[in-house]
């Protein structure tokens, strides 16, 4: 009897999966949005004889070369790389010649090519040291230097190394010769070493700067830029006997001075600095005058790493995210070679979808996700929620308090911020009046959802959350008075009317209103971190988050019943056309699919690897799925 009633829920299970799996086969997840190159890019280098050739270099092991001045990239070498040295991040890259170079990066790893980068050999370096500075003055010597003030030289073109003597602890981040002697080199707690023996002895400069100088660049044995921390710039024309600082005007845009981490030079005159958010620096008078650019005037907001002149005219940036600037005609106009954003969240109204994410990025459809370009944010930071309460109005909530709003379908974006305080921390149509939570207006946004055209809610850091009644124009301050709620940061939120919805966090923190915030009951689900919360109507709702967690309530969250579902990566998202269709999304391009509102949930085949961040449906029906480096799913 056991026996046969088993056979039957067997038989019965095979064909309840069956049934899912040939719903879902029906249709199936394209990519509409990626982006070519996943890696962070940290230094590129072109040759001075042969201004077509150069070269980038990035995090995962990632090399590109341009044969044709940057008109194609492709990457090297064409075969992976050996298992040892795979997905090392490389940080500088150097070539004496077309064919001659040599890349440097993590755990000691120094790479040499002598075909102009098709294959690459592994040297010995004997360290395992962070290396981020590399230089070569011939095909025999070299100096390369990283992590506790080390430094290790060849004479042999890096058959072997040995280390110097620096007598610095500090990080070692740039390092420049002039010739087999005469050397200079960079980092921490603005270090200046100078040898003029090819590195026997070392010998300290004053930089006059406390910051950290992140690169280095001689022009001349005699003239020379550091740039670094706090905006640091320091020149000197004799060698590094004295170094002078330089006014670089790098925007105050995070409290003090962004970094400089690149800087590179022409000539004695025209030079470029590239920094934090986008900033790039540029001077026509040898540094003693530096301009940049407005956050809405920059070509990304992403940071940007390091730059190489080709000429006064010539100049190539590379950063963050994939990013590559090309610019021809002396900074007047710099190319978006390429560019990538995490985004974080995707939203439709109508026919119209907004994707936003990462450094301030928003991508924009007007034809319902067909086709997707960027808009300009004015601003930098870390974007989280998106909500639009028609075609034209819509709000982004992010980090550092950041409220932003468009009357204009995201044509133009502006800061709903104090401007005395350059739109971090204070935001003046927010108000917390209870002083138990007003110190939470300075707090970031992780999400925002709008049940209708006027009410909207905001939540985020240390269980902030900030309503608005009249289609954004004021916000004002809620608290949940539930410590375990109040101390919790927040990340999903959804409501099915102006009065009722949940919000869902950090420690299994679950609080439900049915009077529009005035009043928040806790409810209890589990132990896993909770990333989003979907609501059908006033009893019906389903949560995600770590460890595959799944929950799901029937009678408005009295109680939540555990779902079991075939992962353990976090799932970050959840999204239902009706009571039993529903689908989820997590870490590791993790795409789930349910027919029976959750009782089973099938791994759909997913045609990406990237975090999936969030998940939502259009009017069409169409669902659409948002992940790291600039991924958009449509299923």
């Keep these: 009897m056991v026996l046969r009633n088993s ?8 064909a309840l999966c069956l049934t899912v799996s040939n719903v879902s086969a029906e249709r199936q997840w394209e ?15 072109f040759l001075e004889e042969s201004t077509q050739i150069g070269w980038i270099v990035g995090s995962k092991s ?49 790479l040499k090519t002598t075909d102009g980068g098709k294959t690459w050999n592994k040297m010995n370096t004997d360290t395992f040291a962070v290396l981020g500075a590399i230089t070569f003055v011939d095909e025999n010597n070299g100096w390369a230097g990283g992590d506790g003030g080390f430094v290790t030289h060849t004479n042999n073109g890096g058959r072997t190394w040995s280390a110097q003597d620096t007598k610095t602890n500090n990080e070692i981040k740039g390092i420049d010769f002039k010739s087999p002697t005469v050397g200079w080199a960079v980092g921490g707690g603005g270090t200046v070493i100078h040898t003029a023996d090819g590195g026997k002895t ?4 004053k930089s006059g700067v406390a910051s950290t100088l ?4 001689m022009l001349t044995d005699q003239i020379g830029w550091s740039s670094g921390g706090n905006g640091a710039m320091i020149h000197t024309t004799d060698g590094g006997k004295t170094w002078n600082s330089q006014e670089s005007k790098v925007p105050n845009t995070n409290g003090m001075p962004e970094p400089i981490w690149g800087i590179h030079f022409a000539n004695e005159t025209h030079g470029y600095g590239a920094a934090e958010f986008g900033v790039i620096l540029q001077t026509v008078d040898g540094g003693e005058t530096w301009t940049t650019r407005p956050l809405a005037d920059r070509p990304v907001q992403k940071k940007l790493n390091a730059v190489h002149l080709v000429n006064v005219d010539e100049a190539w940036i ?24 995490d985004l974080t969240r995707i939203t439709f109204y109508e026919n119209q979808g907004w994707a936003i994410g990462l450094a301030g990025a928003v991508l924009y459809s007007a034809d319902s996700g067909q086709t997707w370009k960027e808009q300009i944010s004015g601003n930098a930071f870390e974007l989280f929620g998106v909500g639009f309460v028609s075609a034209d109005q819509g709000y982004i909530v992010g980090s550092n ?74 916000w004002y301050g809620q608290s949940t008075n539930n410590p375990q709620i109040d101390f919790n940061n927040l990340f999903g939120v959804h409501f099915v009317s102006n009065t009722t919805g949940w919000v869902v966090g950090a420690g299994g923190s679950v609080a439900k209103t049915i009077d529009g915030g005035k009043t928040w009951f806790a409810q209890y689900t589990g132990p896993e971190e909770l990333r989003a919360v979907f609501s059908l109507d006033v009893n019906t709702a389903w949560i995600v988050g770590t460890d595959g967690a799944a929950y799901h309530t029937k009678d408005g969250g009295t109680s939540w019943g555990r779902q079991i579902t075939p992962v353990q990566k976090t799932l970050n998202g959840v999204v239902f056309a009706d009571a039993n269709a529903g689908w989820a999304a997590g870490d590791g391009g993790t795409l789930l699919y349910t027919n029976d509102g959750g009782v089973t949930w099938l791994v759909q085949e997913s045609p990406t690897s990237n975090d999936l961040s969030d998940i939502t449906r259009s009017e069409d029906g169409s669902i659409w799925a948002v992940g790291k480096w600039g991924t958009i799913l449509r299923y």
């Excluded at 008109?71 to 795979?86: G, I, T, V, Y």
């Excluded at 170079?101 to 120094?110: F, I, L, S």
């Excluded at 992140?214 to 660049?217: E, R, T, Y």
Aim: hydrophobic fraction near 35%.
């Design 62 to 110: 990632m090399i590109l070369h341009t044969a044709d001045g940057g008109k194609s990239w492709e990457r090297q070498p064409s075969m992976p790389f050996p298992a040892s040295f795979d997905k090392i991040d490389l940080h500088k890259i150097r070539f004496i010649s077309p064919t001659t170079g040599w890349a440097c990066g993590d755990n000691g790893t120094v």
């Design 7 to 14: 056979k039957s829920v067997i038989v019965a299970l095979f």
């Design 401 to 474: 308090a950041t409220l932003i709003e468009t009357e204009t379908g995201g044509s133009t974006w502006h800061m709903v911020n104090d401007p005395r305080d350059e739109g971090h921390g204070t935001v003046e149509r927010i108000v917390f009046d209870d002083p138990m939570t007003s110190w939470k207006s300075a707090l970031g946004f992780y999400n925002l959802h709008f049940p209708s055209t006027t009410h909207g809610w905001g939540i985020g850091e240390m269980g902030k959350i900030a309503v608005t009644e009249d289609s954004g124009k004021t």
């Design 202 to 205: 070392w010998k300290s400069q």
């Design 31 to 45: 990519v509409v949005r990626g982006g070519k190159w996943q890696a962070k890019f940290n230094d590129v280098f």
């Design 214 to 217: 992140d690169a280095l660049f």
């Design 318 to 341: 590379v950063g963050d995210f994939s990013t590559i600037l090309h610019t021809a005609d002396g900074g007047k106009n710099w190319e978006v070679v390429s560019s990538n954003s």
